[in-house]
């Protein structure tokens, strides 16, 4: 089967950086994803990181180590529009390699 | 583009009541998921599809129907609803290959009482 771990709650300061961690059990690997979502909304997507490294989008960057089963989401210069629900999802080889997403973290930005 | 349609927003159905959730996407995405949604477990998937014609269970198909009669169009049906069910459903497409990104639908919100 295919499972996922992040922490549940992380608080930051405007301007601050954060890491959202993501540890993962899968058959099959073929990508790691995250999504934001803001209370009320529906899920954006963010990116997706099929090798190992980082990739940078703007303020956002996400990192893949496919030897530790493990991934993070980095949220540089925070501001208080972050505030959301983050979802890392795993692409294993079940259910027609689609994804399977973790439990959330939900980000606090304080001014 | 209006990208992923879900109707209705909200619904509030008796314990025993069939409905059906409707989704449709105009972007000509092959992939189409139904995930729900409750308090402190992420989405989890019900049912999905590789394109018109198929279609397969995910994590928690149970209760719940699907059909793929054109690209567009993926609704979800729940045969007999019970308050187990009680979620909000998400809808959501995206192309084969490429960043793998799904769109998602606004989400509709689901009280079986």
């Known amino acids: 089967g295919q499972s996922l771990e992040q922490p549940s709650e992380v608080t930051a300061v405007e301007g601050a950086i954060v890491q959202i961690n993501c540890t993962y059990q899968?058959?099959?690997?073929?990508?790691l994803s995250w999504y934001q979502q803001h209370d009320g909304g529906a899920p954006t997507f963010l990116s997706y990181?099929?090798?190992?490294g980082l990739e940078e989008t703007g303020r956002f960057s996400s990192f893949l180590s496919r030897s530790d089963s493990y991934g993070y989401l980095l949220l540089q210069e925070l501001q208080m529009k972050d505030s959301a629900s983050y979802f890392c999802?795993?692409?294993?080889?079940?259910?027609?390699?689609?994804?399977?997403f973790g439990p959330g973290t939900r980000l606090s930005v304080l001014p | 583009n209006a990208g992923v349609t879900q109707t209705p927003k909200f619904q509030v159905l008796k314990t025993g009541q069939s409905m059906t959730l409707q989704c449709a996407q105009d972007?000509?995405?092959?992939?189409m998921s139904w995930y729900r949604q409750d308090p402190g477990m992420g989405l989890r998937l019900i049912h999905y599809?590789?394109?018109?014609?198929?279609?397969d269970q995910g994590e928690v198909p149970n209760g719940y129907n699907v059909s793929r009669s054109t690209t567009e169009d993926f609704p979800l049906r729940l045969l007999s609803a019970a308050p187990s069910q009680t979620s909000v459903y998400f809808c959501?497409?995206?192309?084969?290959?490429?960043?793998?990104?799904?769109?998602f639908g606004s989400g509709t919100r689901l009280t079986v009482v």
């Open positions: 959501a497409s995206r192309e084969t290959g490429g960043n793998y990104g799904y769109t």
């Open positions: 899968t058959s099959g690997f073929y990508g």
């Open positions: 990181n099929a090798l190992d």
């Open positions: 999802a795993v692409r294993g080889v079940n259910y027609g390699q689609n994804f399977v």
């Open positions: 972007m000509n995405h092959e992939y």
């Open positions: 599809s590789v394109g018109a014609g198929i279609t």
